[in-house]
């Protein structure tokens, strides 16, 4: 789970990974393609954008392709699409590392108009290596697995189309915790304590913590509050069988499944995690004061 300095090899196969039909990220994948083929670097590009650049003869394959084939994948579009990439890429042993073209950035450090010199560095082993764990939330229905998906930042539950308030128990280890009305909850990884758990008011979470926390989604009661628990735990929700609409768990808001009254729904931290790759200078503390607009020091 913690940063630290690594002295690998330099990398040989880059995967590069981009979001299709977007101006910005197309530039950015010819610029990178351009100029690792010129490092004699090996460059397998993501099946879905390879016709987008101006190159013959170029080498693709899927996700799950780049995944086994690569010793680093490059990733260019914004937090969002890193986290469709990330939920595939962390089933394999493959370092990763982001190029912004999106917002915020929490997870993706290159800049698209400088990353020639960062990115030679890293490409020479001069980098830091971060783990990031993963949720998998499963549905079970009536003691039957019926859907399951993982989560690099959070795993949400909610009505299925409207606002309604909702009931639900929560169980940690199989120990009772609390019961719930409210609009749901999130269940938040510390690297997704940044996105939509930040926004409801939870707390910021280090990357190096082994922990999850959950959050009340605008709870029926004044006395419900976040809480932060070991990662290792196991968490149950049972749903009420008395609510009136159907519900769903929402994985990085890119990944919904259905949830009924009466179902459970169980959290776990996943056994893969998602080798994040920074230039040497990466700072945590530094990306919230450039991202979250925190002042500087004052002497």
Same mark, same amino acid.
């Not at 009466?262 to 994040?276: A, F, P, R, S, W």
């Not at 530094?286 to 991202?291: G, R, T």
């Given at each position: 789970?913690?940063?630290?300095?690594?002295?690998?090899?330099?990398?040989?196969?880059?995967?590069?990974?981009?979001?299709?039909?977007?101006t $910005?990220?197309q530039?950015t994948?010819?610029?990178?393609?351009?100029?690792?083929?010129?490092?004699?670097?090996?460059?397998?590009?993501?099946?879905?954008?390879?016709?987008?650049? /101006?190159?013959? &003869?170029?080498?693709?394959?899927?996700?799950?392709?780049?995944?086994?084939?690569?010793? %680093?994948?490059i990733?260019?579009?914004?937090?969002?699409?890193?986290?469709?990439?990330?939920?595939?890429?962390s089933?394999?042993?493959?370092? @990763?590392?982001?190029?912004?073209?999106g917002?915020? $950035?929490?997870?993706t450090?290159?800049?698209?108009?400088?990353?020639?010199?960062?990115?030679?560095?890293?490409?020479?082993?001069?980098?830091?290596?971060e783990?990031?764990?993963?949720?998998?939330?499963k549905?079970?229905?009536?003691?039957?697995?019926?859907?399951c998906?993982?989560?690099? &930042?959070?795993?949400? %539950?909610?009505?299925d189309?409207?606002?309604?308030m909702?009931?639900?128990?929560?169980?940690v280890?199989? &120990?009772?915790?609390? /019961?719930?009305?409210?609009?749901?909850?999130?269940?938040?990884?510390?690297?997704?304590?940044?996105?939509?758990?930040?926004s409801?008011?939870?707390?910021?979470l280090?990357? &190096?913590?082994?922990?999850?926390?959950?959050?009340?989604?605008?709870?029926?009661?004044? /006395?419900?509050?976040?809480?932060?628990?070991?990662?290792?735990?196991?968490?149950r929700?049972? @749903?009420?069988e008395?609510?009136s609409?159907e519900?769903?768990?929402?994985?990085?808001?890119?990944?919904?499944l259905?949830?009924?009254p009466?179902?459970?729904?169980?959290?776990?931290?996943?056994?893969?995690?998602?080798?994040?790759v920074?230039?040497?200078?990466?700072?945590y503390f530094?990306?919230?004061? /450039?991202?979250l607009?925190?002042g500087n020091?004052f002497?």
């Open positions: 789970m913690s940063t630290q300095q690594t002295d690998f090899s330099e990398f040989k196969t880059i995967g590069l990974i981009a979001k299709g039909q977007h $910005g990220a530039q994948l010819q610029s990178l393609y351009n100029f690792l083929q010129k490092k004699g670097l090996t460059v397998i590009v993501d099946r879905r954008v390879a016709c987008e650049l /101006n190159n013959n &003869n170029v080498e693709s394959n899927s996700l799950v392709g780049i995944g086994k084939s690569c010793d %680093l994948a990733v260019i579009g914004g937090d969002g699409y890193m986290l469709g990439a990330a939920r595939v890429l089933r394999f042993d493959i370092a @990763v590392i982001g190029v912004n073209r917002n915020l $950035g929490f997870l450090d290159l800049d698209p108009d400088n990353f020639e010199a960062p990115l030679s560095e890293v490409l020479a082993g001069k980098y830091l290596v783990k990031r764990f993963l949720l998998e939330a549905i079970y229905s009536h003691g039957h697995l019926k859907s998906n993982t989560a690099v &930042n959070e795993a949400v %539950l909610h009505p189309k409207i606002a309604h909702i009931e639900f128990e929560v169980y280890d199989d &120990n009772f915790m609390l /019961n719930q009305r409210a609009d749901g909850l999130i269940i938040s990884t510390p690297t997704g304590s940044t996105a939509y758990s930040l409801g008011g939870g707390p910021i280090t990357p &190096n913590l082994d922990a999850i926390s959950l959050l009340p989604m605008f709870p029926h009661a004044l /006395n419900s509050r976040p809480i932060v628990i070991d990662a290792n735990s196991t968490v929700l049972k @749903v009420a008395t609510n609409t519900m769903q768990i929402s994985c990085d808001s890119h990944v919904n259905s949830v009924l009466g179902d459970e729904v169980i959290i776990t931290k996943t056994v893969h995690q998602l080798k994040l920074h230039p040497k200078d990466y700072n530094h990306v919230l004061q /450039n991202k607009g925190w020091k002497f």
